[in-house]
């Protein structure tokens, strides 16, 4: 998003030039969102991208942020795995663990546009090793966000340095916390455990009272229950910066991926395009409402990635890139406001973490489009466009991760 981002800053202060001068800037602009996944039909297609891993066989995406940054786990070595960041062209950056000595996992869980990451990581608590929620800046170690405690978890990490997790307080017993990076540390409680927090300080996650995916407000603690397709579980995995959240909710025989729009109230059943009895998951959500998961295909429980939009529905990605390359998209991690999608599967180096990129229209395609559109475009249309982008800023987590709390779901490789 960050094109879209320094266009508003540049034309916010002149209303004159914002109206007149950029309008061909705002068409280009919405026309490159347009074509990419916001509003593109089936023909979008994307590049894969192979992120490697840190020498190990495997490697597993957590999140990607606005600029592309990937962030995830991959194995070290065939009994070891570590938290990973993938900037630009690579190569994979080994992020490290609290105890590098006795440590033998962790995971970097969600990135945000400054790049600062936060996760989980193997620690020392005494004598013992103690999966701990961590946060990372960009350089130096890992720090640990619970020196001396029971199990931790970072989940998720907004712009404005806030993260929210949870932490082990006894057998089977959570407190939500959210971490102030550079002030305080608030513990939330047991009523509630966010699994995200989006850049206006709205989280969401899970009302441990029902076990169903929630928001949460901080200031009033109000919780609001999101409830299930009729059966016992939910839960948010992501939220975007205009509210919108996803996740997965039971339905009587199985779970399907959910979108929740905070605005309206609305909880839409995102289905399984093969079967109503096959599960799905929604990993992430961007600004413009475009979903990412992962589904089952078939009864022995094979997987895809998805893409879902309002006009296309559910997706399988492997229909959407070059399946002479040789790969199988069987999950998602997150997508990101140009479209970029960090995703997982099998391919020809073995089972790798990817970066799935929209496939941009020539630039003699994209001008034919702007010049059309010009003709169709009003000065007070391009003045909505331009308030529109200023307003709008799977791994398949079924895989728990031993020791984990019951409420999250994680991947990491073993």
Known sequence: MNLSRSFVERTRCNPVIRVKKNLIAG????????????????D??????????????????????????????????QSSNHPFIYQGNGPMQDIGLLDPVHGIAGAALSVNSRGEVVGEA??????AIVSHAFYYSGSGPPVDLTPGTQQSLALWINDNSQVVGSVTTGPNTYDGMLW???????????????????????????????????????????ITDLGTFGGSKSQVNAISN?????GFADTPTTSHAFLYDSNTGVLTDLGNPVSPLFY?????????????????????????????????????????????AGWNITGTGGI??????????????????VLLTPVVPEPSSLLLLCVAGIGLMATRAAARLIKHIRDSRFQIRGFRRAGAPDHVFTTVVR
Request: glycine content about 16%.
């Open 180 to 222: 102030n990076i550079g002030g305080a540390t608030i513990d939330l409680g047991t009523t509630f455990l966010p699994t995200a927090i989006n850049n206006n300080g709205l989280m969401a996650g899970i009302a441990t009272g029902t076990q169903h995916a929630a928001f949460s407000n901080l200031s009033s603690g109000s």
């Open 280 to 324: 799905s998951n929604a990993a992430d959500v961007n600004d413009f409402g475009v979903v990412v998961g992962g589904y089952q295909t078939d009864a022995a429980w094979d997987d895809a990635g998805f893409i879902y939009t309002k006009a296309d529905g559910m997706r399988n990605l492997n229909n959407l890139i070059d399946q002479s």
């Open 27 to 42: 068409l280009i602009v919405y026309a490159t969102i347009a074509l990419g996944t916001q509003s593109r039909g089936s």
């Open 44 to 77: 979008i297609r994307y590049t894969v991208t192979d992120l490697g891993t840190l020498g190990g066989p495997t490697s597993v995406p957590g999140a990607i942020s606005e600029d592309g940054t990937v962030v995830g786990n991959a194995m070290v070595s």
């Open 122 to 127: 193997d620690a020392a608590v005494g004598s």
């Open 242 to 246: 205009t509210g919108l959240a996803v």
């Open 336 to 353: 990101n406001d140009a479209g970029q999608i960090v995703g997982s599967g099998y391919g020809p180096n073995g089972f790798h973490a």
